[in-house]
């Protein structure tokens, strides 16, 4: 009995370490290990996989309508009419309590993203901004982000298509 006493202190510490990391692995899997790598300040990019999955859906008025409907349900609040990134709830948005604007959709820049990224964003989502893939069908999230499109002016400088790599 007095040798169980003796050995418990040098089995448990080790066997503590192990327990720790193990539940800190488990925590840092479970909580999103990607997110987790994007610190709160750093800018979000799509995965390359993800980002060359091709449009399917062809941008023609009816699904451009049904795009912009589901904009002034599921985006308005945070990135505003216009998608400027000034919807009524914007000012409010925080990422681990640290303020945080939405995007400006508006911005020629986001065609420098491939409509997978965008496709990918709105599906994932990143805190404050909810995922949609449960929200909105697959088909719905491509509406979006062919109405999304028409938000922003093309780049002038570019007139062969989406840039899809690094500037
Ligand atoms: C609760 C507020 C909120 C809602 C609702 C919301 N967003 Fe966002 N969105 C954000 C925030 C905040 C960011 C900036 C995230 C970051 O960069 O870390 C963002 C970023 C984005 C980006 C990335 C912009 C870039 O420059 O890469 C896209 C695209 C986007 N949102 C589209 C949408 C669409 C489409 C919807 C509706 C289906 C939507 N968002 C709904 C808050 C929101």
Same mark, same amino acid.
């Given at each position: 009995?007095?040798?169980?006493?003796?050995?418990?202190?040098?089995?448990?510490? #080790?066997? @503590?370490?192990? *327990?720790?990391?193990?539940?800190?692995? +488990?925590?840092?899997?479970? =909580?999103?290990?990607? /997110? $987790?790598?994007?610190?709160?300040?750093?800018?979000?990019?799509?995965?390359?996989?993800?980002?060359?999955?091709?449009?399917?859906?062809?941008?023609?008025?009816?699904?451009?309508?049904?795009?912009?409907?589901?904009?002034?349900?599921?985006?308005?609040?945070?990135?505003?009419?216009?998608?400027?990134?000034?919807? #009524?709830? @914007?000012?409010? *948005?925080?990422?681990?309590?640290?303020? +945080?604007?939405?995007?400006? =959709?508006?911005?020629? /820049? $986001?065609?420098?993203?491939?409509?997978?990224?965008?496709?990918?964003?709105?599906?994932?989502?990143?805190?404050?901004?909810?995922?949609?893939?449960?929200?909105?069908?697959?088909?719905?999230?491509?509406?979006?982000?062919?109405?999304?499109?028409?938000?922003?002016?093309?780049?002038?400088?570019?007139?062969?298509?989406?840039?899809?790599?690094?500037?």
């Amino acid at each position: 009995m007095n040798n169980i006493r003796f050995l418990k202190p040098r089995f448990l510490t #080790p066997l @503590s370490v192990v *327990l720790g990391t193990l539940t800190a692995m +488990v925590g840092f899997v479970a =909580l999103g290990a990607d /997110k $987790l790598l994007q610190g709160p300040g750093e800018a979000w990019i799509a995965p390359g996989r993800a980002a060359r999955k091709a449009n399917p859906l062809p941008v023609e008025a009816n699904s451009l309508a049904q795009g912009k409907e589901l904009f002034a349900a599921g985006c308005f609040p945070c990135h505003g009419a216009s998608g400027k990134g000034d919807g #009524p709830a @914007s000012s409010t *948005l925080e990422r681990e309590g640290k303020p +945080v604007r939405p995007g400006n =959709l508006s911005d020629p /820049k $986001l065609w420098e993203q491939s409509d997978g990224a965008i496709f990918w964003k709105i599906s994932e989502g990143r805190t404050p901004m909810p995922a949609f893939q449960e929200t909105f069908t697959e088909e719905q999230r491509w509406q979006i982000v062919n109405y999304v499109r028409t938000l922003a002016p093309k780049q002038q400088t570019n007139n062969t298509g989406i840039k899809t790599g690094a500037k």
